[in-house]
């Protein structure tokens, strides 16, 4: 089984930045892909970004350029994977739960627990 812990958002200005971070644990060798997910209030949950292994990454369109996520799992330990992602230049859309998906073996997805980001002046 894989564990997600996600950490970072809260409230930003927009045209501000913010850094989420999700720290997988247990079985991350079974690990295909990560990517985080957005869900704002009355709207189905969206990918926002997603990364597989080999590197490869997709982005919705209404993020390109700027965000950006990045998968972690050669400076820690073997027991430890990690997907970041770097928000810059929030915009008031931008506000929403986001959360931390891990794809592992054939059909099995984890989910974090979600953290909110709200872009508010």
């Known amino acids: 089984q894989v564990q997600l812990v996600e950490s970072g958002g809260g409230l930003v200005q927009p045209g501000g930045s913010l850094r989420l971070s999700c720290a997988a644990s247990g079985s991350i060798a079974s690990i295909n892909a990560m990517g985080w997910y957005r869900q704002a209030p009355g709207k189905e949950r969206e990918l926002v970004a997603g990364t597989v292994r080999g590197g490869h990454t997709k982005y919705a369109d209404s993020v390109k350029g700027r965000f950006t996520i990045s998968r972690d799992n050669a400076k820690d330990t073997v027991y430890l994977d990690r997907v970041t992602l770097e928000m810059n230049s929030l915009k008031p859309e931008d506000t929403a739960v986001y959360y931390c998906?891990?794809?592992?073996?054939?059909?099995?997805?984890?989910w974090g627990q979600g953290t909110q980001v709200t872009v508010s002046s």
């Open positions: 998906k891990a794809e592992s073996g054939v059909t099995t997805e984890t």
